[in-house]
């Protein structure tokens, strides 16, 4: 194909779309991004952005429960759920301009509203217009997985894609699944009023995590009165006007909850069929992700893919770190390739507390059979938050054995995705724990837990025989 009308066609604009078409505009491409929805996609409409609202009301409420620890008398409150719920579209509404029409047409990007059909490698229509392009990078997201559990489609329930709907409280919340949507909203609901019992087919929640870093989030839990239920298996669900029965067996035996609401997270499916992939024979993966090489590249040379539908990762930072290499390999093909890097990844599930993690945990390290050491500190020990009564908490490094390098570091405590972003700077630019140790943090941050970190590695490996020495040369100069 000779001229087309475009250089690159982003298909969705969540996170992996948006970013796609922002770095083709920035340098100078011609770029069409196409939305069959709402523009920012997951994250801003139905994942982060709302959840990230939820949690922060439910975490004002945690402070109006506990304010005897502040010194605070006579602190009531009433949690107005449907208010609530339409302050998490206030937040939508106010973050959305990031993401609009008018922005990204601002930057030069053509936008187009409606659903986008490929009709051959270099041709996608959409509202009735095929556009020609020579490349396509395809971001177009995923649905919730519904299980096929009897009797759930008779009953009420929700799923990350619908729970903004609600403006009822649940009384009583089931939810389905240990992951980390389950575990934030399972936590926000319960903070902000709802009986929340938690259905866990694994034998723990957050089953990627080491278990000594989920044992806070549990303990949070049950502090919390979070019913949590692991290795536990829901057979069917019973409508009964307006309850919803669930039968489950658990450790050998059948037992039953009543219910009024039911959340369903237990992950999603990537959107990869019904646009035209399967007409050309893009190549998927078994968990119908698009079969991707290193370049990001699908089976059709000029095909790419970020985000939900790239996989492994399920996180908006990945779906826009993932875009740049897709954008960057089409649109700059045969001269310049970049294999995507993945060398270091970072996430962090928002429970209270939260639990971030960059590089390799010590389950990791031990499954890999790589030499390593575990160095932790304890939050509880940290002045900051024992000021701000958020002492509790820990973080965890891996380090090749007699080494400072960082292999993999993991924080649960309060703000620990912030935290982490120290460590996560230091494995990807090669700084050890030792010049972590040699930067000045100010005192009382919660970031001098990674100073303290540092200092008990340091500690931990501090040169005897210079000790010994040492100790000679002052006592001789008393
Ligand atoms: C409850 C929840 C909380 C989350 N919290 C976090 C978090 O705190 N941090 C984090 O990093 N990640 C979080 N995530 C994950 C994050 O939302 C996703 O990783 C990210 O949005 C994926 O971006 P994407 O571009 O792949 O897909 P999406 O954002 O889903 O975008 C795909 C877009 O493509 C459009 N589309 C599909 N087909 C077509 C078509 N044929 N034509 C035109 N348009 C089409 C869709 O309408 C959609 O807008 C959360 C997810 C959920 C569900």
């Not at 936590?187 to 087919?201: I, P």
Request: aromatic share 8%.
């Amino acid at each position: 194909m000779s001229k087309t009308d475009y250089n690159l066609i982003a298909i969705g604009a969540g996170s992996g779309g948006l970013v796609s078409s922002f770095i083709g505009s920035a340098v100078k491409a011609k770029v069409a991004l196409i939305e069959k929805n709402k523009m920012g996609g997951d994250c801003l409409n139905t994942g982060c952005v709302p959840s990230k609202a939820l949690i922060s009301s439910a975490k004002a409420v945690q402070v109006l429960k506990k304010h005897s620890l502040y010194g605070l008398k006579n602190v009531s409150y009433e949690v107005d759920f449907a208010q609530t719920m339409e302050r998490v579209q206030e937040i939508i509404a106010k973050v959305e301009p990031h993401d609009s029409v008018e922005r990204y047409s601002s930057l030069g990007v053509d936008c187009h509203s409606g659903e986008a059909m490929i009709r051959s490698p270099h041709e996608v229509e959409v509202n009735g217009r095929v556009l020609t392009t020579k490349n396509i990078v395809v971001a177009t997201g995923a649905r919730p997985f519904v299980p096929p559990i009897p009797g759930l489609e008779d009953v009420p329930f929700s799923h990350s894609d619908n729970l903004w709907e609600l403006r009822k409280q649940p009384e009583h919340l089931a939810v389905i699944g240990g992951g980390p949507v389950g575990s934030e909203l399972a936590q926000a609901f319960r903070r902000l009023g709802s009986e929340v019992t938690m259905f866990n087919l694994g034998p723990g929640i957050l089953p990627r995590e080491d278990l000594d870093m989920v044992q806070f989030i549990c303990d949070s839990f049950e502090k919390d009165g979070i019913n949590l239920l692991d290795e536990t298996t829901i057979e069917r669900i019973e409508k009964l006007g307006n309850t919803s029965r669930i039968h489950y067996s658990r450790h050998g035996e059948k037992q039953h909850l009543d219910v009024d609401h039911i959340l369903v997270a237990v992950g999603r499916i990537p959107y990869t069929f019904g646009f035209g992939l399967e007409n050309l024979g893009v190549e998927l993966n078994k968990n119908k992700t698009i079969k991707v090489d290193k370049y990001l590249r699908s089976s059709i040379r000029n095909i790419y893919a970020c985000g939900y539908v790239a996989g492994p990762y399920q996180f908006t930072h990945m779906a826009g770190h993932q875009a740049w290499y897709a954008t960057v390999n089409a649109l700059f093909a045969p001269f310049k390739k970049f294999a995507v890097d993945y060398s270091v990844v970072t996430w962090c599930t928002y429970t209270d507390p939260e639990l971030a993690r960059v590089g390799l945990s010590e389950d990791e390290a031990k499954a890999q059979n790589i030499p390593h050491e575990v160095t932790t500190y304890g939050i509880d020990d940290l002045d900051r938050a024992i000021t701000d009564r958020m002492d509790y908490g820990k973080v965890k490094v891996i380090t090749p054995i007699g080494k400072d390098k960082i292999l993999g570091a993991a924080i649960c405590g309060v703000h620990a995705g912030d935290l982490l972003v120290e460590f996560t700077l230091a494995m990807k630019h090669g700084i050890g724990l030792n010049k972590i140790l040699g930067t000045i943090h100010p005192y009382p941050t919660l970031s001098e837990a990674n100073k303290m970190l540092a200092v008990a590695w340091r500690i931990n490996h501090s040169p005897a025989g210079v000790l010994r020495l040492l100790e000679k040369f002052h006592s001789r100069r008393r």
